[in-house]
């Protein structure tokens, strides 16, 4: 639903009931300092309500308590014993309320990232967004051939070179799995071809922890060492667990390198509702959410403090054709509901959108596009990815990459809502043009049509 915040609503009312002459105005000072940096929270689109998120809550606790999750090394199991959390057997291991509760509080609640300028460009908090690519595509269409074809590092690079230029794009993940590099390398390779080719910071894929060393080390020699990189990172590691509820070795190892380099990492839990969670909303961002806050205590045990955002990709498997919906509304319905419990957590969350089932930049790609890049913006999601997919996230596309930019520019707009200030009401201006003038060659037009 739309909300309308008590603050905003009291600043119509007064316009409304009383004459001109006693509207009562804040200052433009303070109506400009609300403005500058946020979005309006008149605007605001939130699926879940209070008692709905609540509800959720605390069925994700019941199911780390009761279900626990598979932690499969023994550095991870280790790590989680010894805060008090049962390991059990088969290597699950149930996490108790109170220790999710002493994560949170640990948790940062805001993380900048920054380009290698120094500049900050993704700043996550609250209802702020950034939008940037997805990862891993196995394929790109040529555009010179019209063929579809298996993506090599040129094509990253090139795909880079055109979102380094868009405005709406704030940071770049690799778009597409290399195909000409060794498999074992080729993630370090995509990420290098990403730094090369933007100075907008990189979220990234590792295949191992040994991956992610040389992907760190990497960008600390771009950013001028570690302890830079550290303190204005322009890396962050996309991770994600197993669906339902275990982790692998490689993900353990990740979550624990990051966290002690203090690398911000993105921990993504990807269910499919029907085939790796419930077949029900409700039950899938239940497991969700346990997944994602089973990241959040192993990684604040680790090193309290360190840098970690919540998030999920989850939509419906597609009994008929088997596929995973990629433009569906389920996906990014859900996607706002895990960003409403992000929000309870005073955690910055990680979103999907634009992208699109549709083969080709078509109509199908256009709407669905459109549609995710609006919920992602108006639900407050902070690092929203997978901009530029086609074909359930089997193509990347550099026309969609166009595309979705304007799509958010227009997104943004809607977000920001309305100024009202004594400026924009403009009832001496009203009054002094009246009924036979004009607007047009009016000083406040010239004074306010740009920013409007």
Known sequence: ??????????????????????????????????????????????????????????????????????????????????????????????????????????????????????????????????????????????????????????????????????????????????????????????????????????????????????????????????????????????????????????????????????IPVVFTPCPLGGATAPATAAGLITQATAECLSGVVLHQLVNPGAPIIFGGVMYMLDMVTAVSPYGSPELHQMCAALTCMAHHYQLPMFGTCGCSDSKVVDAQAGLEMGFSVLTSTLSGQNLVHDIGYLESGLITSYEMYILADEAIGMAKHIARGIRVTRETLATEVIHEVGHTGEFLMHDHTLNNFRQE
């Open 1 to 262: 639903m739309i909300q309308l915040s008590e603050q905003a609503v009291s600043r119509l009312y007064p316009v409304v009931r009383h004459p001109v002459r006693n509207i009562h105005y804040s200052s433009d000072e303070q109506e400009e300092r609300e403005m500058k940096d946020t979005f309006n929270p008149a605007v605001r689109l939130s699926v879940l309500t209070d008692k709905q998120v609540r509800q959720v809550h605390d069925a994700a606790l019941q199911v780390l308590e009761e279900t626990g999750v598979l932690i499969p090394t023994e550095e991870g199991r280790k790590i989680l014993g010894q805060a008090g959390c049962q390991v059990g057997e088969g290597h699950v291991v149930s996490i108790p309320s109170r220790r999710v509760e002493e994560a949170l509080k640990s948790t940062p609640q805001s993380i900048n990232l920054y380009g290698r300028t120094g500049d900050k460009y993704c700043e996550l908090e609250g209802w702020k967004t950034s939008f940037g690519t997805g990862s891993d595509c196995p394929f790109i269409y040529d555009r010179d051939t019209g063929e579809r074809r298996r993506c090599t590092q040129e094509d990253i690079l090139n795909g880079t070179l055109v979102l380094d230029a868009l405005e709406n794009i704030n940071f770049i993940m690799p778009m597409g799995i290399i195909s000409d590099r060794p498999t074992h390398s080729a993630d370090i390779h995509a990420a290098s071809a990403v730094m090369e080719g933007s100075v907008k910071p990189v979220v990234f894929t590792a295949e191992n922890a040994s991956n992610l060393n040389s992907c760190i080390d990497l960008a600390a020699a771009v950013s001028g060492g570690h302890k830079q990189l550290r303190e204005k990172p322009t890396i962050c590691l996309y991770n994600e667990p197993i669906s339902p509820l275990k982790y692998s070795p490689e993900v353990v190892d990740k979550l624990i390198l990051a966290s002690r380099q203090r």
